[in-house]
């Protein structure tokens, strides 16, 4: 069976599920041969007008299923705030709107992603031009929804909730509350969820109207063609047991997946340090660094990847070949969710879970909740160990880079504030737009 993460083509074609010629010609421009298993189920019923609950994953083709027949009924109708895409994260949100293009920009469809961390102003401009189909995180959306003049969504058509579960998990309940009340009651509703949580069926009766249920993923099953393995490692050799994996494996594309953010950073330096091509991927970057990080790594310019599980869900990264668990998940789902972005479209892939003396009970509960026993990934402990003294001295760099980074990060704080103090002195302060500073100080 197939699991989370495939794309798999069915025997159906585009037209028989009900898809205008313009739209099976983009389809087939853009590679899609055949529709995936969620398109089948999904696309003739959004067709024929109904609301759909779609329990799919990231990877399943699950964007052409609700965008494939948002843009038909654009076609048809065509009306500027027509429909809106919630997403959890502003990667999910530029890779939704990069689908829309990619499917919509032939017929003319105009897109804007509303996501924070951008600036405002920009945003405000994009809405001036009344898109077609605005891409948001609720956040920000909000944000705009109270403040920019002249826009609104009384006139939408098509809400799309997509990875539902995340976007309640990151405590948007209210906001989506929210832009509830302010989009018209009739309106067609697409919710799409990896799992169907407590919190996810309240929305569900919350917005939708006798949705149909369309599901293809497998609860908490991982793709047969990827193939798992652990290493059981002393916790003061990771580091040299990641330089030996990587060195073993190279020429692969690797995520790796750290708990935290300064831990990303870290090792990220370290393996710069020790000539690999690495680049961190974490919620304390800005978003334009966030976003340069994804796409040298979609550019293939850099082959490793670290990242938070900020990253570990929803990102389209087509070529990983190996996902390296180099902090064990502390919630087992997370580890399903890892190691779902390699071994897919039908590709295999490995991951490799790094298990020290501190991790056996959560490892346990991993091999618990995938239902198999995983087998040890073969090293080689003397090799590992000639690598420990090089691996010291880029620890050493490390450890000194970072500090420095945290250093030069106070210093342009502290002289933001005292820019904001001399600013102050000279009366300025009324001028400062945007209402970016809080309280004033006397
Ligand atoms: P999604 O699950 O929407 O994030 O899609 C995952 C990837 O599958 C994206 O890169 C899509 O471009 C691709 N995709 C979507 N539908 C198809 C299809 N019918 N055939 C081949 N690839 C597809």
């Known amino acids: ?8 083509e069915t025997a159906k074609t585009f037209q028989e599920l009900g898809v205008t010629d313009v739209l099976c010609e983009v389809c087939d ?20 007008g109904r609301d759909i ?63 924070g961390g951008i600036d405002m102003m920009a945003q405000s401009l994009a809405l001036a031009k009344k898109p077609h189909v605005i891409i948001a995180t609720p956040g920000r959306l909000i944000d705009h929804l109270e403040n920019t003049k002249g826009f609104n969504l009384r006139a939408l058509k098509y809400l799309v909730m997509d990875e539902a579960d995340r976007i309640l998990n990151m405590d948007f309940e209210t906001e989506v509350d929210k832009i509830l009340k302010v989009i018209p009651r009739d309106r067609k509703t697409f919710l799409f969820s990896a799992t169907m949580t407590k919190k996810v069926q309240k929305l569900q009766r919350a917005a939708l109207k006798d949705p149909v249920k369309c599901a293809v993923s497998t609860k908490y099953q991982t793709v047969e063609k990827l193939q798992q393995y652990y290493v059981f490692i002393p916790s003061k050799f990771k580091d040299s047991y ?42 304390q970057m800005s978003q334009n660094k966030r976003l340069g990080s994804l796409n040298k790594f979609k550019a293939k310019t850099r082959s490793i990847l670290l990242a938070t599980d900020v990253a570990s869900r929803g990102l389209d990264i087509p070529h990983v070949d190996v996902v390296v668990n180099f902090d064990i998940p502390t919630h087992s789902k997370d580890y399903i969710h890892r190691v779902g972005r390699t071994a897919r479209a039908g590709r295999s892939g490995k991951s490799i879970t790094f298990v020290t003396q501190y991790d056996v009970e959560l490892f346990q509960r991993i091999e618990h909740l995938i239902g198999k026993k995983l087998p040890a ?50 009366g300025v302060r009324n001028k400062v737009a945007g209402g970016k500073r809080k309280k004033w100080k006397a």
């Open 1 to 8: 069976m197939e699991g989370e993460g495939a794309v798999e």
């Open 29 to 48: 421009q853009l590679g899609w041969k055949t529709p995936t298993k969620i398109q089948v189920e999904a696309v003739p019923v959004a067709l024929q």
């Open 53 to 115: 609950i779609g329990l799919a994953e990231t990877g399943s083709g699950k964007t052409g299923a609700f965008a494939l027949p948002i843009l038909q009924a654009l076609l048809e109708t065509p009306q500027r705030f027509f429909a809106l895409v919630l997403t959890p994260t502003r990667e999910l949100a530029f890779q939704i709107s990069e689908q829309f293009e990619a499917l919509g920009s032939s017929i003319g469809v105009q897109s804007a992603v509303i996501v």
């Open 242 to 283: 990641l330089v030996y994996i990587l060195n073993e494996l190279a020429g692969n594309s690797f995520m790796i997946f750290c708990s935290t953010c300064n831990n990303t950073q870290r090792t990220a330096l370290l393996l710069r340090n020790l000539g690999f091509t690495a680049i961190p991927l974490h919620g």
């Open 377 to 426: 990934f073969p090293t080689q402990e003397e090799e590992v160990m000639m690598l420990t003294e090089r691996v010291a001295e880029a620890q050493r760099f490390a450890r000194m880079e970072l500090r420095q980074q945290g250093e030069k990060k106070k210093r342009s704080r502290e002289e933001e504030k005292e820019e904001d103090d001399t600013e102050g002195a000279m």
